[in-house]
C-alpha cells in the first residue's frame, strides 16, 4: 500500500507540471505592468495608459533601465518603443489607443545584474464587440455530419486494462484503447469509474498542445463522476516520459500543420473524430446515467471542448480555458490570430495558400462555437501570448447559448488555483444536478 501511494504522489507531481507548463515561476525581480483601468477595459477611441513598477522585495527597485513597447497583441508594436530610467522604479506611460475592438499590449523589460526580467499589461477595448474574420463553409456541417456518419461505421473495438497501482478504495482506474476514424486507427486514454454499485455522470478531458502521458482524474472520479481523460495521438499514455520527449521532436513535432492543405486528411480532423469516438465509449458504459455528459479542457483542450460540444449533441455541458484554434486567419486581416499561429509572419511564407486558408475554415473554433445550443463556462486572461485574447473572444461572441466568462486579466497562458476550482464545482454541480 505505501509503494501504491509513493506512486501515485510522484504521478500527480509529475502530470501537475505538464498541465501547468506556462504558469510562471516567482522571479527575484518583478515587472509588472497594468493599465489605468482596474477592468482593463476601454472603449474604442478612448486613451490608455500603462504604469511599469520595478519590483525587488515588494518595493520599487530604484535608479533601473527599462525598455518598453507598446502596440495590438502579437503584432510588431507601432504604439511606441522607448528606453527609460527609472530613479524611482515606476514610472506611468501613454498607450495611445485602438479605433476598433482589440487589444494593446504594453511589454516591459529590466536588465538588472545582467538578467533581462519582463512583464507586460494588455488594454482591452469594447472586446466583446470583436468580429471573427475566418470563412464559414456553406458546406461546414454537412462536412462534419458526413466525418460523423463515417466513424459509426468503424467499429469502437474498445479494450480496457486494469491499472492496480493507480487504483484507489473508491475508484477502478483503467488504460483505454479504441479504434477510432479508420480500421486500425487507435484512441488512448485513462478511464476512472468508481466502484461503488449506480449510475454516473461523466465527464470528457481533452488534452492541450503537445504529448504527453496522462494521469486521469482520479479526484473527480472520487466525487462520483466517471472521468476519461484522452491523448490525440494515437500513442499508449502510460508509457515512458523520455518516449514521448522523443515523439514530440520527431513523428508529432508540427503535428497542427499536417496536413492543411486538404481538408479530408487535415490531421485534427482525425483528432476531433477521436473526441466524438471518446463520447461513444463513455456512453456505452454500464455505469454511465444516460443523461449527464460533459467535456472540458485548456488550450487546445479548451478548443476541442468547444469543437465536442458542437459535434456532439450527447454533450450537454462544456468548460474551456482560453481555446486554441480560434479565428486563426486573424493575421491575415491585419491583427492576431489563434493558436498555432499558422499564418503570423513566421509561417505566412509556407501557409498563405488558397486551400489551407479554405481547409481551416472546416477546423476553427470559431465555426463549431456557432453550433452550441448548450450552457458553457469559459476562462481566460489579458496577458495569454499563446492564444491571443482577440482570438478567443472571436468565438466567444458568436456563441448564442448559455455562456459565462470568468475573466482572470492578468493571467497569460496559466491558471489561477482559483480559476481550476471554480470549474470544478460548475462542473460537479452540473453533472449531479446540485
Known amino acids: 500500500m505505501k509503494k501504491n501511494i509513493q506512486f501515485l504522489f510522484i504521478f500527480a507531481a509529475a502530470f501537475c507540471c505538464t498541465e501547468l507548463l506556462g504558469q510562471p515561476t516567482e522571479q527575484f525581480i518583478k515587472v509588472v505592468v497594468a493599465p489605468d483601468h482596474t477592468d482593463w477595459a476601454y472603449t474604442s477611441g478612448e486613451k490608455a495608459k500603462f504604469t511599469i513598477t520595478v519590483l525587488q522585495n515588494g518595493n520599487p527597485l530604484h535608479d533601473v533601465k527599462i525598455r518598453y513597447e507598446i502596440g495590438p497583441e502579437k503584432l510588431d508594436p507601432t504604439t511606441k518603443k522607448e528606453n527609460v530610467a527609472l530613479p524611482k522604479g515606476i514610472i506611468t506611460v501613454d498607450g495611445g489607443t485602438l479605433r476598433t475592438a482589440g487589444f494593446l499590449r504594453c511589454v516591459a523589460e529590466a536588465e538588472v545584474d545582467g538578467k533581462i526580467y519582463k512583464g507586460l499589461g494588455t488594454a482591452g477595448f469594447d472586446p466583446l464587440s470583436i468580429k471573427p474574420t475566418v470563412a464559414n ?3 461546414f456541417v454537412q462536412f462534419w455530419d458526413q466525418a460523423k456518419t463515417d466513424l459509426a461505421t468503424i467499429p469502437i473495438d474498445a479494450r480496457m486494462t486494469l491499472l492496480p497501482d493507480r487504483c484507489t478504495e473508491k475508484v477502478n482506474v483503467y488504460e483505454v484503447n479504441l479504434q477510432n476514424f479508420r480500421l486500425g486507427s487507435r484512441l488512448y486514454g485513462i478511464l476512472c469509474v468508481p466502484k461503488a454499485e449506480g449510475k454516473y455522470p461523466a465527464l470528457l478531458k481533452v488534452p492541450g498542445a503537445g504529448v504527453r502521458p496522462y494521469g486521469g482524474d482520479i479526484a473527480m472520479a472520487e466525487k462520483g463522476i466517471i ?18 520527449r522523443d ?24 483528432v476531433y473524430m477521436g473526441c466524438v469516438r471518446a463520447n461513444d465509449f463513455l456512453v456505452s458504459l ?8 460533459a467535456v472540458t479542457g485548456g488550450s487546445q483542450g479548451g478548443a476541442l471542448s468547444i469543437i465536442t460540444a458542437g459535434l456532439d449533441s450527447r454533450v450537454k455541458y462544456l468548460a474551456s480555458f482560453y481555446p486554441a484554434l480560434s479565428d486563426m486567419t486573424g493575421y491575415l486581416n491585419g491583427r492576431a490570430g489563434g493558436w498555432p499561429h499558422l499564418f503570423d509572419k513566421n509561417n505566412l ?3 498563405n495558400l488558397k486551400e489551407k486558408i479554405e481547409t481551416v475554415g472546416y477546423f476553427d473554433v470559431v465555426n463549431f462555437a456557432r453550433l452550441l445550443k448548450i450552457p458553457g463556462l469559459y476562462s481566460w486572461g489579458f496577458n495569454d501570448e499563446t492564444c491571443p485574447p482577440t482570438s478567443m473572444y472571436a468565438a466567444y461572441n458568436v456563441i448564442t447559448a448559455p455562456k459565462d466568462l ?16 471554480k470549474f470544478s464545482m460548475w462542473l460537479e454541480e452540473r453533472l449531479k444536478g446540485k
Request: charge should be negative; proline fraction near 7%; glycine fraction near 8%.
Open 286 to 293: 454500464p455505469q454511465f446515467d444516460g443523461v449527464n455528459l
Open 349 to 351: 511564407p509556407y501557409n
Open 137 to 139: 463553409p456553406s458546406d
Open 406 to 421: 470568468y475573466l482572470a486579466l492578468e493571467t497569460g497562458h496559466w491558471t489561477y488555483p482559483e480559476q481550476r476550482e
Open 227 to 244: 472521468t476519461f481523460e484522452i491523448g490525440i495521438h494515437g500513442v499508449p499514455v502510460t508509457m515512458d516520459q523520455e518516449i514521448y
Open 247 to 270: 515523439l514530440g521532436a520527431s513523428a508529432v513535432n508540427g503535428y497542427w500543420a499536417y496536413n492543411l492543405d486538404n481538408k479530408d486528411r487535415y490531421y485534427y480532423k482525425r
